[in-house]
């Protein structure tokens, strides 16, 4: 069986079966061991299960969120391979200080997973604000710039890197996640194309992930909640995690420019 074949949808009875990682069949497949991955998102949900994920395979992983004490325990859960790093991103000086503590623990930076965003219940371009404009923007798009920016330098020294953003599936088929949350994911794909076409010639890769319907906190955000039937046929954070794991672990020949990531049942 090839690295592509075991990246696959779980079962439902996985659903609820605790760390879904342990039941992938991807895991088992790829080597990360040598890599030095920063996980942006750590502290939940698709952020949290590529961490994990990541370690399980073998890499040396840098936890960046926001919430420190979240952090600090999934640091000490997954053990010496695993950095806490709290971070907000929409920083510039924090992005960049999240960078120098890698070099300075790991000595490298090959992968940068930006795997974190929110939206808002009040969605509505009728009721959006500019407050609520700026901070969708910072979070899900100038966030991930930040990054991008920090991390840059290093993987021009070592002539080699890859950069995954995480974006979402309304961007192939708009829904009504908002407009602030659709021009947000529209804008990491700009990011990433614009990154490759300019880095490419120093070894740099980037990658866009679309998940769909994802069963993750930000499913509660919605101004209507979503009904349990629907959320049961959802994809599990572990999905998109092993879609992360699945491009960080092709050879550096390997170009996946976009990976769309859809539940089948839902589609």
């Known amino acids: 069986m090839s690295l592509g074949d075991a990246l696959y949808l779980h079962p439902p009875e996985a659903r609820n079966a605790g760390q879904t990682q342990e039941k992938g069949l991807i895991k088992d497949m790829a080597d ?101 404009w700026e901070m969708m923007l910072g979070t899900n798009l100038t966030g991930a710039f930040h990054c991008t920016k920090a991390a840059l330098p290093v993987m021009r020294e070592q002539s080699a890197g890859l950069i995954i953003y995480v974006s979402s599936g309304c961007v192939q088929k708009p829904d009504a996640s908002g407009v602030s949350y659709q021009a947000t994911k529209h804008g990491m794909v700009g990011l990433a194309h614009g990154t490759f076409q300019e880095e490419k010639e120093n070894g740099v890769r980037t990658c866009v992930i679309f998940p769909g319907l994802t069963d993750t906190p930000l499913v509660l955000k919605r101004p209507v909640p979503t009904p349990p039937e629907v959320v049961a046929q959802a994809l599990m954070p572990q999905d998109v995690a092993d879609a992360c794991l699945f491009v960080a672990a092709l050879p550096a020949r390997a170009y996946v420019p976009e990976l769309v990531l859809l539940p089948a049942g839902l589609s």
């Open 32 to 132: 990360l061991t040598g890599k030095v991955a920063i996980v942006v998102g750590a502290s939940s949900g698709m952020g949290e299960a590529t961490a994990r994920t990541y370690v399980a395979a073998g890499a040396k992983v840098v936890l960046a969120a926001r919430g420190a004490d979240k952090l600090a325990a999934l640091a000490e859960e997954l053990g010496e391979n695993a950095l806490a790093c709290a971070t907000d991103a929409r920083d510039a000086e924090a992005a960049r200080a999240l960078v120098e503590q890698t070099m300075a623990v790991f000595g490298r930076v090959d992968i940068l997973a930006y795997v974190t965003g929110t939206n808002i219940p009040d969605r509505a371009l009728r009721v959006l604000t500019e407050e609520t």
